[in-house]
């Protein structure tokens, strides 16, 4: 999680603590939290701003393998 402009307003004590937390928490409930989070992220954003919020997760993923694959060398342009 960063800051910026979209994040200004946000509780990141708070939101730190529940990711900390979240992160405790053994990998096969680590997926389920995210698929009980789902529906209520979902209903409150529209198809298109979730579809977004999809594709961003996936980006995030993304750039966490590149890094890992390729430590010290830094993102490829254009990521």
């Known amino acids: 999680m960063t800051t910026s402009e979209e ?3 946000l509780d990141h004590p708070t939101s730190w603590r529940l990711v900390d ?3 405790a928490l053994r990998l096969p409930d680590r997926p389920t939290l995210l698929k009980g989070l ?11 701003d ?7 997760l996936r980006l995030k993923g993304e750039r966490l393998y590149d890094a890992t694959s390729t430590p010290g060398r830094g ?4 990521t």
Do not use: H, I, K, M
């Open 75 to 78: 993102a490829p342009r254009g």
């Open 21 to 23: 937390e979240a992160n």
């Open 50 to 56: 979730f579809e977004a919020f999809v594709l961003e």
């Open 38 to 48: 789902t529906p209520s992220v979902a209903r409150e954003l529209s198809p298109v």
């Open 7 to 9: 994040t200004d307003g």
